[in-house]
Nanobody, 124 residues
Framework: QVQLVESGGGLAQAGGSLRLSCLDS????????VGWFRQAPGKEREFVAA????????DYADSVKGRFAISRDNAKDTVYLQMNRLKPEDTAVYYC?????????????????WGQGTQVTVSS
């Protein structure tokens, strides 16, 4: 069973970097596509990035393209989100989620498994 736990959130200054991790304690993540999503106060949850189960395909929201990088280590059942050149508008709760089908990642309501989220705050 997929059991996702995010870590690595915190406070960063604008222009700085953070790396988020998403661990599957159920040790099944290597067979799933994984996405990162975020939700800012008063806003709808939005797609950030996704990666195919084998790491050979990635997808990014336009707002993070060129600044964020998603990667995975299937031996560790972990997916990462490296966030560089952070902006105050990146402030949100970040969630990782998994599904058998990477094509559903653009529609967060269709994604099967979710972590509890980790807060990222970027100060100006």
């Amino acid at each position: 069973q997929v059991q996702l736990v995010e870590s690595g959130g915190g406070l960063a200054q604008a222009g700085g970097s953070l790396r988020l991790s998403c661990l599957d304690s159920g040790r099944t993540l290597s067979t799933y596509a994984v996405g990162w999503f975020r939700q800012a106060p008063g806003k709808e949850r939005e797609f950030v990035a996704a990666i195919r189960w084998n790491g050979l395909s990635t997808d990014y929201a336009d707002s993070v393209k060129g600044r964020f990088a998603i990667s995975r280590d299937n031996a560790k059942d972990t997916v990462y989100l490296q966030m560089n050149r952070l902006k105050p508008e990146d402030t949100a709760v970040y969630y990782c989620a998994a599904d058998n089908n990477i094509l559903v990642m653009r529609n967060w309501r269709s994604v099967a498994y979710w972590g509890q989220g980790t807060q990222v705050t970027v100060s100006s």
